[in-house]
């Protein structure tokens, strides 16, 4: 990953998993205006967010597992 995300990226993605902006923030733990303000780069995510991001980027990356 980018040492960095810009709000482009960042909604694609809580796009591709389907979540809301509020879903997508509690899944970061992070406020939903702490997502948005990221959405429209008023803010940058910290390294601990970024590794978040990361988790959830690799998570709807991986082939779903059969059970």
């Keep these: 990953m ?5 709000g482009v990226q960042i909604r694609a ?6 979540l809301t902006q509020e879903q997508f923030a509690y899944r970061l733990g992070v406020t939903f205006s ?5 959405e429209n ?3 940058t995510p910290s390294r601990l967010a970024l590794r978040a991001l ?5 998570s709807c990356s991986r082939p779903a597992q059969e059970a």
């Design 2 to 6: 980018n040492e960095t995300m810009d």
């Design 13 to 18: 993605l809580r796009d591709r998993l389907g």
């Design 34 to 38: 702490t997502v948005n303000r990221w």
């Design 41 to 43: 780069n008023h803010a």
């Design 54 to 58: 990361q988790s959830l980027l690799d």
